[in-house]
């Protein structure tokens, strides 16, 4: 009976850590990110921390005719892991909220998964650098069909 008692407290204690490898700490994203489109537009994603379990960014396109919000984003970590959201127009039966899961970090690689998502299936997102932020939408059988590369901006 002990050794039942001491296997399911290893294999607890394995289960728990290997979920735990997944760090909550997006700090890198906090700030403006800036991305060049051509000579005259670009497109500037702005992080900030809401609280421990929330962090918001905003998507702007930027041209000679102004500025437009285009997305909003949102990572918000709870119990059952950490989630990326974005969040493009208004919400609706037609356009609804699809959560990406972060299911892997490695090397400051974090990949964020939905598999039921039709393109992307999975977001990712890279600090290069201190002032280099790529990222990337990938379709489902792995293939990078867009990858962004940011540079951080003076706030």
């Known amino acids: 009976m002990k050794k039942i008692f001491l296997l399911s407290i290893v294999c607890a204690t394995v289960i728990f850590s290997c979920k735990s490898k997944l760090k909550s700490d997006f700090n890198f994203l906090m700030g403006s990110w ?81 598999k039921e998502n039709e393109f992307p299936t999975q977001i990712s997102y890279q600090l290069i650098d201190d002032s280099t932020l790529h990222a990337a939408l990938i379709d489902s059988v792995g293939n990078i069909a867009t990858t962004f590369k940011y540079q951080k901006t003076a706030e």
Not at 34 to 62: A, M, Q
Not at 84 to 107: A, C, H, M, R, T
């Open 34 to 114: 800036k991305l060049e489109t051509s000579d005259s537009t670009y497109i500037i994603e702005k992080w900030n921390k809401v609280d421990s379990l929330n962090y918001e960014g905003l998507v702007y396109n930027i041209s000679p005719n102004g500025m437009e919000l285009s997305e909003e984003l949102k990572i918000e970590i709870s119990d059952e892991g950490i989630y990326y959201i974005p969040i493009i127009g208004v919400i609706s039966e037609d356009n609804p909220i699809f959560k990406f899961k972060l299911v892997s970090q490695d090397n400051g690689l974090h990949i964020f998964e939905n």
